[in-house]
């Protein structure tokens, strides 16, 4: 957990380490040379974590005095021109459950809390673009967002809600509007021609199109993997500190994905094969469609394109279904449940936290595989 330099100067004067029995609680982060992070205990928990599972920082100055971080978590501000965009963060089981009090009738405490990391994270707003280098009229974001969150809504032809089928349809949408003869449009045709669009991808009475993906994408999903295997092998408490050991890790995990050795405890092929995954479940259905509505209401950041943010999130849940698939298996499963998919996403959503627009995020971009991510959904297989 990152902390400002001005909150380790305060904690420090505050004489907070008198509850680490002597240890410096914090640590430098060697490429961020304007932050340090908190140490963690040797079993994983936060050094000023008490016996009691509460915050010894709240507990000694108050909520508003805890890092700006572990205030945030677990939200994200993305400014844009004229526009503050919230998201939520995956990576929490309250999130991923939709528990808790609704963010619209928190908008105060949000505000303060968005005032705050302004102060300590000055960012400037970044350009909303649709793909690089053509951005969408503006009344035209929020129709977009609309329409996606209807695509989840709209039945296949058979009266089912298939998310397969919801994905194939995201998928024709955002490739016909990615051609290039549409993106060449003028602002005022291309409206037009989203809103003919849009109604012909929300017929429940027509099937979407589909097509396989190509081998390109499904070496790239690969590489996607392995990022997301990679933050959970610098989680894992035998290795957090072993850089030569996860390094090692990294590449016996490179070299099975691609049929060449024995995987790891983290992932083993021969461990999901033969585990299957049924989105029909109605609860695997509800989180899955939980996570693109989130998405999909806050598409837009600027951090990437809009098509660029689509592709990541689905090739995170695209990783969710072999993680997921992964957990069932440790398990003993030949199907996953509920529960194995939740922990899924949870792992596969730790990628996020690495995204912070440096080049991880350039990383995670490329991986994703564009468009063709959608065709590849749900990944059953490698």
Known sequence: MAVTL?????YRKAGLERFTDGVDPFE??????????????????????????????????????????????PLRFHPIAQDVVVTTSFACPTVIANEGTPLPSQQRDVHKLYIAWKEAHPESPNAVEFVAGRALPAALLPELRRVLLRILDTPAPDGSFDLSVSIRRLAFLVEDLSRRRVLQLPDADLSQYFDVMSRHVLTPGRMPPSRPPSGLTRLLFR????????????????LRNKRSAVRAALVRLALHLHGLGNGLPIFDLRTIRGVSLDLADDDIRETATHFLRSVFST?????????????????????????????????????????????????SADVTHADDGGIVSRFLTRLSGGIDALYLFPASTI
């Open 299 to 347: 598409l837009g950041t600027g951090r990437r394109s809009m098509v660029e943010e689509l592709a990541v999130a689905v090739a995170i849940l695209n990783c969710a279904c072999v993680f997921a698939r992964m957990h069932a298996g440790r398990l003993n499963y030949r199907t996953v449940d509920a529960a194995s998919f939740t922990e899924g996403l949870l792992q």
């Open 223 to 238: 590489g996607f993997l392995l990022t997301a295997m990679s933050v959970q092998l610098h989680l894992d408490l035998q």
């Open 28 to 73: 430098p982060i060697p490429e961020h040379a304007s932050l340090m992070k908190l140490r963690q205990r040797a079993d994983g928990g936060c050094v000023f974590l008490s016996p009691s599972g509460l915050c010894r920082i709240h507990e000694a100055l108050g909520y508003d005095r805890k890092p700006i971080a572990c205030r945030l978590f």
């Open 6 to 10: 001005g909150e380790v100067d305060a």
